[in-house]
């Protein structure tokens, strides 16, 4: 089956000790997301790329990057993870190609505990 | 930007029960979706939605674009339709409600 793929599922991690979380995919969707999603909060849009073209959302810390190194690929870089950076981080893949660029499909998500 | 509203915030019913759940939005939006969050935290495509009706199984969503809102219904709940439902809107960016926290009591 088709599927957006997250690793790992949880992720523990030291304050100030870089991490990466991945996301692939199966879908050959050309759009990727990342969100954050804090503890009975709505998902929050950090980023996405549009086939290469990377969009960062205003309010989007520094201390959040990504890459996306082809298609199936797209990972998320914390570079100094602090407290407040624990979190749910979810993955998201849509497609412009069919019309329905915007229905998207979610990963299980990469749970982040920082210590 | 636009704004979504979901209502009720918190909902308990007793197994069977059916229910219905709401999304306001402030402009017109391109499309609208969905989920449900599981206890484990995935979130669960259910509707992609802009308008019209669509059913699957004991769901049905409802998006009236001109009135600007979004029905969700669940009819005979079950336990593990238990999590939160979102609803997730598009303009120029996606934005999602604060959702609606479902508990199905056995």
């Known amino acids: 089956d088709a599927m957006v793929i997250q690793n790992p599922r949880y992720q523990v991690t030291q304050f100030g000790k870089p991490v990466t979380l991945s996301c692939s995919q199966t879908?050959?969707?050309?759009?990727m997301y990342w969100y954050q999603q804090k503890s009975s909060q709505a998902p929050k849009l950090l980023f996405h790329?549009?086939?290469?073209?990377?969009?960062n959302e205003a309010d989007t810390p520094d201390n959040f990057q990504s890459r996306r190194p082809n298609t199936s690929f797209c990972f998320l870089d914390i570079r100094s993870p602090g407290l407040g950076d624990a979190a749910m981080y979810l993955c998201?893949?849509?497609?412009?190609?069919?019309?329905?660029?915007?229905?998207?499909?979610f990963g299980p998500g990469t749970r982040l505990t920082v210590l | 930007g636009i704004q979504v509203e979901q209502s009720p915030p918190d909902l308990i019913l007793q197994e069977g029960a059916n229910s219905t759940l709401r999304c306001n939005f402030s402009?017109?939006?391109?499309?609208l979706q969905w989920f449900h969050q599981n206890p484990w935290g995935q979130l669960i495509n259910l509707f992609y939605?802009?308008?019209g009706t669509k059913q699957n199984g004991r769901l049905s969503a409802t998006t009236v674009a001109t009135e600007r809102y979004s029905l969700l219904y669940i009819s005979s709940s079950q336990t593990t339709d238990s999590g939160v439902y979102f609803c997730?809107?598009?303009?120029?960016?996606?934005?999602f409600g604060k959702g609606t926290r479902l508990h199905i009591l056995p």
């Open positions: 997730a809107v598009r303009d120029d960016k996606i934005i």
């Open positions: 998201a893949t849509s497609s412009s190609a069919s019309g329905r660029y915007n229905e998207q499909f």
């Open positions: 939605i802009p308008s």
């Open positions: 879908l050959n969707h050309n759009v």
């Open positions: 402009d017109s939006v391109n499309n």
């Open positions: 790329y549009y086939d290469k073209d990377f969009n």
